[in-house]
């Protein structure tokens, strides 16, 4: 099994600016690499009170249970352990010991291009472009309605920007294209646009499998090479509170079965969907996330699954849902201390409410990003791009978010410290009073010693005046339609196209997928 | 001594709006209090590489030396052991870890209201208002160069916002006062308008000792309790590099021997004021900050200290400074470790270099408070409103700033795990498929369940663009007005003032302080 190349503290990457085919100066921006955590992920509640948590979810689990929709779903978990009464599925501590024996620490989520392939799992981390929001938004055209090439558009931006590490979803829906064929041409779309790892939605057993091929073809591989190597992802939402619904389940029996990545997310909103307390949402969260995982183990042992949290608050005054919060950056924290106590990887997001590309829309995301990269987050779903609590996908949000995400990135680079970085030299060379612009020391490291951002402006009033006062916002305007004008598609090789057509054409011709849903 | 009341684990500030005089509902925030860091603080480099930190700066101190630009400090710090040749100070390893032995670990700094005495040190955390600036703006009226009125404003506000814990200077430079007396107006204007601690800057001889008298008065002790309970703190910018100028030093001798606090800050830009790399910044950053500690300790044997850290890089395109930046929040994080090294309370700041408040002054600011919060910082100077790098005091910046204060407050409250907060019975009450909004569970905690943000805006889409699409900036320009306009003035014994306005009076007839610095 090929493994990807993980990232390695490394000097620098190549400070230069590339030049693009008509000779301008292309967007500066980090190489591709999977960053990694070298330090300890912070814990907010103690080993006593996670377990306090751990076994009320357990609790949850065996004395309240939770509905599982599909027959076949529930004869499996009877045949496993669990006591079943109509829907509801009630699964035993053991059954849930047992499924946590099984279940891989990590795993390889394989690209078609092998050098996109990432580790989900320990100490890496990867980020995902925004995904399945109904609306998308520039500020020049303002929002609509998602729609084919939109979703084409924000699918280049994904594959452009080097620390977009995989495709969470479709990054806005294209409503324009029949629900029944949507997802043959969006997948289709998703393996030509771009070569990283990718996601299919769990929305009926059509969809799933017909995603399983798609990602098949796209890497040009044996179903039996599929089966060894994950290739795929899902997204599992519960229906919280405790609810599991057939077209989710199904796609857990169709993936797992064929060793794809299952990734269960409740989306427990505390005082909503969940207790008011963030502990009460956080029993439920992982209450639910046990039992997708123990869903996934009961179809096949050692299913690769990522445990994933999203639990938020709502706001007090109107019901509405918040994000990037302190109540959400702590719930992602202890999401990441339960997801490290089960030896699982961890998915949470970059999330924000903000209805523009404000201070509100940063703070509130670098606020999210704090939560997930202290807590020891591996999967950084919505990493770039969401608004407005996930109803918009935004051009220029998904801009600003790749520069927020590359600091994070550098941020996680360990610091040099050598003979030659601490400067000892320089600081005898240049002595009191003096400066370090034209210090040898200064001069052999100069022009990529620090990171350049690619939004922030930091010319002084005076140039920023005469520049027209231009805001975040516009930068990150300016920055996507150059992306985009600068877009190549990634090589495929040319029988791996024909067979996707003709795989699409077929299931075109068959009628797609069941819309009755 | 009394000791300032720490923050406790509490459940809940009152939730309710405060009615003002008018009926009203006055500004929601926080109750005052003082956070407290309850989980470790994050590390970046290993215990040898701290310490060859450490080393490579006794190397600096002991083989290159600082200019110290005071005969009197260089007479005091030869007597202790130090070598002078002309200006020029070096400092033996023995002479910096007898005075690490001497300085105290943490102080309490005293205000003239009990109530708002701050601990110093150890696991809390304050955060002071933005110093310094020589310009200030708002929205309305633009940006302008700084005034006794705007001054005013500034202090208002410092003290309207409870999340304020002390006045780290002056707001904004009051130009319009003349340099002799500007201290005395200032330091009058800042003990009547605020009850919490406050700074006096290092000018000369007669400014601080000035500042240290009026700080007497102002709490209305004696001279003897004064020098056993600091009530103020100067912060010593060295002039990087390695050089520390004559009023500062005065500073120094002055403060001290007094027993008031002293924070020494080296401002060290890696690639102009120091090396430029930020391993090399820190060795330099450590080598002036511990070169004044030494002062502080020759000066009084346990004169409290705070260890201050600047370190951030410039932009590789102008030169220009660089806030908020990963290497910034890298120098902050190694910062700490190097003042936990030495047992003192460790001094970082709220930085940015936006012009604006668009979203990239917001993700500056996070990411600063991010390295800060996790890095171990006790004391956030600029924390609310600095902008542009130091050169603007924005109103609006100052009310978001408060607003990201009080969700890093949020955060470090512990999270309450118990049997009622983990919500067992309310999930056994709303059962599958249900919702939370009319839980007992629920009902019984929704008003107070979140940190309700005085910024962010939570609305929908259409509800917001219905109200005209406000920004983040546009609350705070609302809010910092009605916070004028609520501002009451903190009650003060008529006697402090009647001996305040006859000190300035009398030193005002004397000249003030010599301008010829």
Chains 1, 2 share one sequence.
């Not at 007090?316 to 699982?344: C, D, H, N, W």
Request: glycine fraction near 8%.
């Amino acid at each position: 099994m090929t493994e990807p190349a993980m990232d390695q503290p490394q000097r620098r990457r190549g400070g230069e600016r590339h030049k693009g085919r008509g000779g301008a100066a292309r967007i500066q921006q980090l190489p591709r690499r999977q960053p990694r955590r070298f330090f300890a992920p912070m814990t907010l509640v103690s080993p006593d009170e996670l377990e306090s948590i751990h076994q009320a979810s357990l609790t949850v689990l065996e004395e309240i249970g939770m509905d599982f929709n599909l027959a076949e779903a529930r004869d499996r978990l009877k045949a496993a352990g669990a006591e079943i009464a109509g829907e509801r599925v009630r699964i035993p501590r053991g059954l849930v010991d047992s499924c946590l024996e099984t279940v891989p620490a990590d795993f390889t989520l394989h690209a078609r291009n092998p050098e996109n392939s990432i580790r989900l799992g320990g100490d890496a981390m990867v980020f995902g472009n925004v995904s399945s929001p109904p609306n998308c938004s520039d500020t020049d055209s303002g929002r609509r309605t998602g729609n084919l090439a939109d979703y084409r558009n924000f699918l280049k931006l994904s594959q452009a920007f080097n620390c977009i590490h995989f495709l969470g979803g479709y990054p806005v829906e294209p409503i324009d294209v029949h629900a029944s064929v949507r997802h043959l041409v969006a997948l289709k779309d998703m393996v030509t646009l771009t070569d990283k790892p990718f996601h299919a939605y769990s929305l009926g057993r059509e969809r799933i499998v017909d995603g399983i091929e798609i990602a098949r073809i796209g890497r040009g591989i044996s179903h039996a090479q599929l089966e060894r190597e994950p290739s795929l992802f899902s997204i599992i939402n519960t229906n919280s509170p405790l609810k599991l619904d057939a077209p989710m389940l199904r796609g857990i029996i169709e993936m797992s079965s064929l060793n794809q990545a299952i990734c269960v997310t409740p989306f427990t909103l505390a005082g909503a969907m969940a207790p008011v307390t963030i502990a009460g949402a956080l029993v439920e969260q992982n209450a639910e996330a046990l039992a997708g995982l123990v869903m996934t183990q009961v179809v096949r042992e050692g299913a690769p699954f990522i445990y994933g949290g999203f639990t938020s608050n709502v706001d007090m005054k109107s019901g509405a849902p918040a994000f990037g919060t302190p109540e959400y950056m702590k719930a992602t924290v202890i999401g990441g201390q339960l997801a490290r106590r089960y030896k699982l990887p961890y998915r949470s997001s970059n999330a924000c409410a903000a209805n523009t590309v404000d201070a509100q829309a940063a703070y509130e995301s670098v606020f999210s990003l704090w939560g997930v990269t202290m807590g020891g987050g591996n999967m950084v779903m919505h990493a770039a791009g969401w608004m407005e609590g996930g109803l918009v996908a935004s051009y220029e949000k998904f801009v600003l978010d790749c520069d927020l995400i590359q600091m994070v990135m550098e941020f996680l680079q360990p610091l040099e410290i050598s003979e030659d970085s601490l400067g000892l030299d320089a600081i005898r060379e240049v002595g009191p009073g003096g400066h370090f612009f034209g210090a040898a020391h200064t001069l052999a490291r100069y022009t990529d010693a620090f990171y350049a951002p690619m939004i922030s402006d930091w010319r002084n009033y005076q140039q920023w005046h005469a520049a027209g006062r231009p805001e975040a916002w516009q930068k990150a305007n300016a920055l996507w339609k150059q992306a985009l004008a600068e877009y190549e598609p990634p090589p495929i090789d040319p029988a791996v196209v024909e067979e996707l057509d003709a795989f699409v054409a077929r299931r075109t011709e068959e009628g797609g997928a069941p819309t009755d849903f």
